[in-house]
């Protein structure tokens, strides 16, 4: 159902690419890390927030479901590292389709 966004959001991350999107009527700049089906069957992107329209939006890490994410854009922008605190094997996913 979300072929598309899997695919993107898996090259974004194999190639280490900031990606930009609108989720709930805002905009999201993130680094993607993993993308999962959590304990819901919802199928999700795991990824550090750099920034957000929202004046109160925090960097950090953030679960977005792929059912509320519109507008992607794979950015030319890229990060390097991983970011503190992530797993690979995050325990809140019953499936990870990809990761960093």
């Not at 993130?30 to 750099?50: A, F, M």
């Amino acid at each position: 159902m979300y072929s598309y966004l899997l695919e993107e959001l898996s090259k974004a991350i194999g190639a280490r690419l900031l990606v930009r999107f609108d989720y709930k009527g805002e905009s999201f700049t993130v680094e993607p890390h993993l993308l999962g089906r959590n304990h819901s069957n919802e199928d999700c992107l795991c990824g550090w927030l750099t920034t957000h329209t929202a004046e109160d939006g925090q960097e950090g890490w953030y679960c977005f479901l792929f059912s509320h994410i519109k507008n992607l854009d794979l950015l030319e922008d890229r990060f390097s590292k991983k970011r503190p605190g992530y797993d690979p094997y995050d325990s809140n996913m019953s499936r990870i389709y990809y990761r960093f």
